[in-house]
């Protein structure tokens, strides 16, 4: 399985409970098909740059999830189904790597 983050960019309109319902949804619907939530955020309303739907601002989400690669698909298709959503975008997380640091060589005795 990959490692995924998606923001997804929902209707103003929409109330803190309805917001909640939606996340809720969303993680079931990831776990649903296979996938695990790592982590997820709720980045609050923003006002766009914009106009997107006739709407000046939106309610970001961010969600961190592991799951394989036909899901993004899938995932896709149905926040483009949802009336509420208004821009949703998968990326391929980056998983940074650390390596350990080198030991440090001892002084030579003269």
Do not use: C
Request: no cysteine.
């Amino acid at each position: 399985m990959k490692t995924y983050e998606t923001v997804t960019i929902l209707k103003p309109q929409l109330t803190d409970g309805e917001v909640a319902a939606f996340v809720d949804k969303a993680k079931a619907f990831i776990s649903s098909s296979g996938g695990e939530v790592v982590s997820e955020e709720k980045l609050g309303r923003r006002r766009f740059s914009h106009d997107i739907a006739k709407n000046r601002e939106g309610f970001y989400l961010y969600l961190k999830f592991k799951s394989e690669a036909d899901f993004v698909k899938k995932w896709t298709e149905t926040m483009k189904l949802n009336q509420n959503v208004l821009r949703t975008m998968v990326m391929n997380a980056l998983e940074h790597k650390i390596k350990p640091a080198k030991k440090a060589k001892a002084p030579v005795a003269a």
